[in-house]
């Protein structure tokens, strides 16, 4: 015997499905994630750049001009 689907029933599947599913924007952040993981240059600015925060290395920048005045530095 062939057993019956509601409409409802479908939907509700439909619905769980959609809520699993990877948009073409999750894809591309993935995408994007693993080009920068898989990039060692990056890799090693970024490990870097958090080394020098931990240490407090760092300077506020609150305008437009504090940030050219460090590209000039």
Excluded: F, H, W
């Excluded at 479908?10 to 920068?36: F, N, P, Q, S």
């Excluded at 020098?52 to 000039?72: F, N, P, R, W, Y």
């Amino acid at each position: 015997m062939t057993e019956v689907i509601s409409i409802e029933q479908i939907y509700e599947e439909l619905k769980m499905i959609e809520r699993t599913m990877a948009t073409k924007e999750d894809v591309k952040a993935l995408a994007d994630t693993i080009g920068i993981l898989s990039n060692p240059e990056t890799m090693l600015r970024i490990n870097e750049s958090e080394k020098a925060i931990k240490e407090g290395k760092v300077k506020e920048v609150t305008s437009v001009q504090d940030m050219l005045d460090e590209i000039k530095e």
